[in-house]
């Protein structure tokens, strides 16, 4: 609910729509938004995508997920387990699944096509156009610390700021694919390096440029 309410409010902003303007979009009251903004009451999960699409956030879309509470696994009685076992609903939003080759072309402003291809789903609060891709081969499959092994879903934010330290999808001018390395800083350059020793790292020159920032795998990171 908090995340759905940042990213509304932040929306607004953008748009500079105020509430009584928004509430026009929904055919309601403006009482009503004000109470779904200021947590007053919960909205459902239906009039939470519609806020969405209203505000132009259509490839957005607020899931629910049940989880168990991790505690009750394996340490309680039966009928313990049974009241232990709380539905916890968190928001998730929804992200299009994208292809290696014209990867490139979300950063271009053109967002990939969503609608036609497969979605999954991430409590993460995308700051742009964010899209997952599935990893291919293994050049990031690390024999410590972290490694992210073919056919891993990673989820790419291109409002991230690339900074050294952070795994970042790349595009060489000549590519028609992108590339997931680790971007590194050694003696003022900057190093495109894979977490797999047995691939070269890369000086990163004009000829290649960032697409995003993967933000979450399995883990965040």
Known sequence: MDKWIE???AKMRELKLTQEKLAE????SQGGVGHWLNKRRQPSLEDMNRVLQELGLGF???ALVIREPEAAQGTAEASDYQAALAHTYNPYFRYPVGEWRGVGQVRDGEP???GTQRYETSDYHAQGSAFWLVVVGDAMTAPSGISIAQDMLILVDPAV????????IAQWAESAEATFRKLIEEGGQRYLVPLNPTY????LTDECRIIGVVVQATAKF
Do not use: C, S
């Open 200 to 203: 070269p790292k890369a000086l």
């Open 112 to 114: 990939l096509a969503y």
């Open 7 to 9: 990213l509304v409010k």
């Open 60 to 62: 957005l879309e607020v």
């Open 161 to 168: 700021e690339a900074v050294p330290g952070k795994l970042v």
């Open 25 to 28: 979009r929904l055919a309601m």
